[in-house]
């Protein structure tokens, strides 16, 4: 089957898929972005990396009993059937994102993040990636927050509405306004612009043919079941909603 959905495809936010998602869109938006922004400009992409511990299972307790009849002499004591669990392991996790930078300087005019599922949960990921946030806010370089996935908890930020999926561009010189262009699964990806420096007209960026062309140059279609719910799942009519865009 071949996806013909109008914006995001819900397959890949798999977490097993997503990580490969991810890389792949760093890179193309900064082959997609380079030869636009030339000569003033270059993307470079970037790369976050810290250690992280993922609780996975809740060890059970052996639980010795001790039984004393009348009369015994001793105790009995019986080990309790074990089961098995898995324990939090340290992982480095290296995420990566594109800076735009003046050419000559080397200033960071523009970030660009696409959220991973760690930012967007409690935990190492989202504080990392909040402390990032809070420091390029903070800057005098733009933000361009890319989030597509519907799981986790969205970033902070007031006045917004509930969406599945939202791209945030903050521009420094309008803080702490920003534009938020919020979407929907079986609504088209917005276009959104990426700002530069004031004297510089700002590049208007489409997402959908860039994951387009990730689909089939990864051949994605090989690892997606399209008879199955995506992960996470969506409602019972969004499947079948999603089961008639497609097409042999």
């Known amino acids: 089957m071949q996806p013909n959905f109008p914006g995001m495809n ?5 977490p097993v898929i997503w990580p490969e998602v991810h890389a792949w869109l760093i890179v193309q ?32 307790v052996s639980i010795f009993q001790s039984q004393q009849g009348k009369g015994q002499a001793a ?5 309790s059937k074990p089961i098995k669990v898995n324990v939090p392991m340290p992982e480095e996790v290296k995420e990566t994102y594109l800076e735009i930078r003046q050419i000559g300087t080397g200033k960071v005019v523009t970030v660009i993040e696409v959220l991973s599922p760690k930012n967007k949960r409690p935990g190492e990921g989202r504080d990392q990636y ?13 933000l361009v927050e890319i989030d597509l996935l519907r799981g986790g908890e969205p970033l902070p930020m007031a006045g917004g509405v509930a969406s599945d999926y939202r791209i945030l561009v903050s521009r420094s010189d309008r803080r702490p306004e920003a ?12 276009i959104f612009p990426l700002p530069l420096q ?13 994951l387009q062309a990730i689909y089939e140059e990864a051949s994605l279609e090989q690892v997606i079941d399209y008879n199955q719910q995506p992960v996470p799942p ?10 008639e865009c497609l097409r042999e």
Not at 10 to 14: A, I, R, S, T, V
Not at 75 to 79: D, G, I, P, Q, S
Not at 130 to 142: D, G, I, W, Y
Not at 198 to 210: A, G, H, M, R
């Open 10 to 14: 819900p397959y890949l936010e798999n």
């Open 29 to 60: 938006l900064a082959r997609h972005l380079n030869p636009l922004l030339k000569p003033k400009y270059r993307a470079a992409v970037e790369q976050r990396v810290y250690t992280d511990a993922l609780l996975v299972g809740i060890p059970d």
């Open 75 to 79: 105790a009995t004591r019986t080990l």
């Open 130 to 142: 909040n402390a990032k946030r809070h420091k390029v806010l903070e800057s005098q370089s733009h």
């Open 179 to 190: 534009e938020l262009y919020p979407f929907d699964l079986q609504e088209p990806i917005p």
């Open 198 to 210: 004031s004297d510089d007209e700002e590049l208007n960026i489409e997402l959908e043919p860039v």
């Open 234 to 243: 969506v409602t019972e009519a969004e499947f079948q909603w999603m089961r």
